[in-house]
Antibody, heavy 121, light 109 residues
């Protein structure tokens, strides 16, 4: 079964750092882009950026450039997004999603279950 | 920055047809995709390349495109179709930038 499994919920304080993960299985992880998508409470989907695990080519949304770092470790089929200094406004559900350039012509066809990040003092 | 515009809400009775629109200047040149998100769940792809349906998605879901507007149509709406629906595309500037519409809450009366 093709799936993306994300790390568990996190509760952090402002100013703390955080790295959450997204592990792919059931397919060749290195040849599909992985995107990260933010969903703030009660709000819509926002694209954060995307990475190609095969060579770590990374693109960021202008809104998230400099705010987060996206990375991947192809040896363990895992993508990451990290924050160096969290803010309360980072409180949100974060999803990873696979971009399928072949069958669905660049749709996000597989999604992780989401990781809830809560930042509160 | 590039934007996709959706109506905030659409309401239909069971068995009727729901139409959700998404407008954007680059849609004549870029494909659109539609995702369904039910409360507490991750989004699910329901339409890709404007009008193609992934395997496992019911035939009552269809998509169409006309100029700067794409439309998700759900024929014979069922109670289980109540969800938020998001369109998604990319801009046409040459740099890969993904954009989601603001989402449409479909209510089945």
């Amino acid at each position: 079964e093709v799936q993306l499994v994300q790390s568990g919920a996190e509760v952090k304080k402002p100013g703390e750092s955080l790295k959450i993960s997204c592990k792919g299985s059931g397919y060749s992880f290195t040849i599909y882009w992985i995107a990260w998508v933010r969903q703030m409470p009660g709000k819509g989907l926002e694209w954060m950026g995307i990475i190609y695990p095969g060579d770590s080519d990374t693109r960021y949304s202008p809104s998230f450039q400099g705010q987060v770092t996206i990375s991947a470790d192809e040896s363990i089929s895992t993508a990451y997004v990290q924050w160096s200094s969290l803010k309360a406004s980072d409180t949100a559900m974060y999803y990873c999603a696979r971009r399928d350039a072949s069958t669905t012509d660049d749709a996000f066809d597989i999604w992780g279950q989401g990781t809830m990040v809560t930042v509160s003092s | 920055s590039y934007e996709l515009t959706q109506p905030p809400s659409v309401s239909v009775s069971p068995g009727q047809t729901a139409r959700i629109t998404c407008s954007g200047d680059a849609l004549p040149k870029q494909y659109a995709y539609w995702y369904q998100q039910k409360p507490g769940q991750a989004p699910v792809l329901v339409i890709y390349k404007d009008s193609e349906r992934p395997s496992g998605i019911p035939e009552r879901f269809s998509g169409s495109s006309s100029g700067t507007i794409v439309t998700l149509t759900i024929s014979g709406v069922q109670a289980e179709d109540e969800a938020d629906y998001y369109c998604q595309s990319t801009d046409s500037s040459g740099t890969y930038t993904v954009v989601f519409g603001g989402g449409t809450k479909l209510t089945v009366l």
